[in-house]
């Protein structure tokens, strides 16, 4: 049963329009909330995070949304670059802190042409 | 400061065989897990451990063994290989009170 669903799994977009990753979640007990991003050959690397206490978080181009009611949450890319191509993880968690195990869903590859 | 690195980078066995992937961290992080990624699956949790002398396993352990007698170092085991472990590992680390896990580059790992 996969609790954390990426159902796309890719998205093209242009250079310079903005990039929306979605990512649903099947566990009413997660409440944090993680993407990575992961370039071919490379580990995956920490991008940005929210909490189940808000509602949005913004850092530079990339702000994640939380919908916690639908159990949703999307990260925007604005505006995209082609250094943005990679793999987008989507993962949860149900507590704070290192002990609590991350879930990740399956990633969506993301093309921004130029 | 090197993070988290992992050797071989590369790796083909024969069925049955064994072999140790190693990985190291120089961050003093508590936390040091392993996951496995595979097409369309997603990164999955093997094994985990939050600190020098204690294992528990994640959502895929079958196959592996993991011990963790270093707080730096945490090698991932495969006592019998078999194809179905044809996969990329991921060994990553995190203190106790850190939720984002840092991640070395990956081992590629082919089993014939």
């Known amino acids: 049963d996969q609790q954390v669903k990426q159902n796309s799994p890719s998205l093209s977009v242009q250079e310079g329009r903005i990039s929306i990753l979605n990512c649903d979640y099947t566990?009413?007990?997660?409440?944090?909330f993680l993407w990575y991003k992961k370039y071919p050959a490379e580990g995956p690397t920490f991008l940005i995070s929210?909490?189940?206490?808000?509602d949005k978080n913004e850092d530079g181009r990339f702000t994640v949304f939380l919908n916690k009611s639908a159990k949703h949450l999307s990260l925007h890319i604005v505006p995209s670059q082609p250094g943005d191509s990679a793999v987008y993880f989507c993962?949860?968690?149900?507590?704070?802190?290192?002990?609590?195990?991350?879930?990740f869903g399956k990633g969506i590859t993301l093309s921004v042409r130029p | 400061n090197a993070g988290v690195t992992q050797t071989p980078k590369f790796q083909v066995l024969k069925t049955g065989q064994s072999m140790t992937l190693q990985c190291a961290q120089d961050?003093?992080?508590?936390?040091m897990s392993w996951y496995r990624q595979d097409p369309g699956m997603g990164l999955r949790l093997i094994h985990y451990?939050?600190?020098?002398?204690?294992?528990d396993q994640g959502e895929v352990p079958n196959g592996y063994n993991v011990s963790r007698s270093t707080t730096e170092d945490f090698p991932l085991r495969l006592l019998s290989a078999a194809p179905s472990q044809t996969s990329v590992y991921f060994c990553?680390?995190?203190?106790?009170?850190?939720?984002?896990?840092?991640f070395g580059p990956g081992t590629r790992l082919t089993v014939l």
């Open positions: 990553a680390s995190s203190s106790r009170t850190a939720d984002t896990q840092y």
């Open positions: 566990n009413s007990m997660f409440d944090y």
């Open positions: 929210i909490s189940s206490i808000k």
């Open positions: 993962a949860a968690k149900p507590l704070r802190g290192a002990n609590s195990k991350l879930t």
């Open positions: 961050m003093n992080h508590e936390y």
């Open positions: 451990s939050v600190g020098a002398g204690i294992t």
